[in-house]
C-alpha cells in the first residue's frame, strides 16, 4: 500500500522568497517519488523523479526535490519564486516504475507581487 | 508529438444520459489511466490499463467502463450520467514510471 500527503492545500509566498512545497509518502517497499505541476485549465506536467540514485533531484524551472528516508519525506523547494510558478503541485509515489501512481491532493501556490 | 489527446473538452450531459470520453496516446505506452479532479480532492484513478485487452478498477470505478482494443486508444464509458459524476476527467499513459497527462474533459451532469 503507498499513500501521499501533502501539507498544506495552499501556500503563498512573494516573489524572489523561498518556495517549499511538503510532501510526506507512506510505502511499504522503496518507493518511487514524483512532483507534477499543473498550470489553470492544463494537464499535469512532469516537474522531477525520484528513482534511487541521488538523494537530491533537481527538476525543470529552478525546482528541486530531496529524498529523506528517515523522515519520509519528498519536500519540493525552489530558491527564488516567480510570478510564473503559480499553479498547482502534486506530489506521487509509486511502488514500481511501471506501477500506478498515488497522488496527493495537491498544494495551491500563489506568488504575490 | 500530439502526446496523449482527449476528446472533447467540454461536455454538458443530462442526468440519465451516456457518453464516451475519447483518449489516445501517440507514444506506444503500454500503461494508461483515467483520472477525475474534483476540486480539493487531488486525483482519484477510476480505471487503469497496463495493456491492449488488459484493464482494472482503480479507486472510484462505480458508473464507468473502459476498454483497450488497442495500445493507442483507452476510451472511458458512463452509462447513466448522475451529477456525482460532474468533475475533470484526465486520461494519462505513462513509462519508466512518469505520467503524460492530456488536457483533461470538463463534464458538468445536470
Known amino acids: 500500500a503507498q499513500s501521499v500527503t501533502q501539507l498544506g492545500s495552499h501556500v503563498s509566498v512573494s516573489e524572489g522568497a523561498l518556495v517549499l512545497l511538503r510532501c510526506n509518502y507512506s510505502?511499504?517497499?522503496?518507493?518511487?517519488l514524483f512532483w507534477y505541476v499543473q498550470y489553470p485549465n492544463q494537464g499535469l506536467q512532469l516537474l522531477l523523479k525520484?528513482?534511487?540514485?541521488?538523494?537530491l533531484v533537481k527538476g525543470i524551472n529552478g525546482f528541486e526535490a530531496e529524498f529523506k528516508k528517515s523522515e519520509t519525506s519528498f519536500h519540493l523547494t525552489k530558491p527564488s519564486a516567480h510570478m510564473s510558478d503559480a499553479a498547482e503541485y502534486f506530489c506521487?509515489?509509486?511502488?514500481?516504475?511501471?506501477?500506478?501512481?498515488?497522488f496527493g491532493d495537491g498544494t495551491t501556490l500563489t506568488v504575490k507581487p | 508529438n500530439a502526446g496523449v489527446t482527449q476528446t472533447p473538452k467540454f461536455r454538458i450531459l443530462k442526468i440519465g444520459q451516456s457518453m464516451t470520453l475519447q483518449c489516445t496516446q501517440d507514444?506506444?505506452?503500454?500503461?494508461m489511466y483515467w483520472y477525475r479532479q474534483d476540486p480539493g480532492m487531488g486525483l482519484k484513478l477510476i480505471y487503469y490499463?497496463?495493456?491492449?485487452?488488459?484493464?482494472d478498477k482503480g479507486e472510484v470505478p462505480n458508473g464507468y467502463n473502459v476498454s483497450r482494443s488497442t495500445t493507442e486508444d483507452f476510451p472511458l464509458r458512463l452509462e447513466l450520467a448522475a451529477p456525482s459524476q460532474t468533475s475533470v476527467y484526465f486520461c494519462?499513459?505513462?513509462?519508466?514510471?512518469?505520467?503524460?497527462f492530456g488536457q483533461g474533459t470538463r463534464l458538468t451532469v445536470v
Open positions: 510505502s511499504s517497499v522503496p518507493p518511487y
Open positions: 494519462a499513459s505513462s513509462y519508466s514510471g512518469v505520467a503524460f
Open positions: 507514444m506506444n505506452h503500454n500503461y
Open positions: 490499463s497496463v495493456g491492449a485487452g488488459i484493464t
Open positions: 525520484y528513482t534511487s540514485a541521488a538523494t
Open positions: 506521487a509515489v509509486s511502488a514500481a516504475l511501471g506501477g500506478k501512481s498515488t
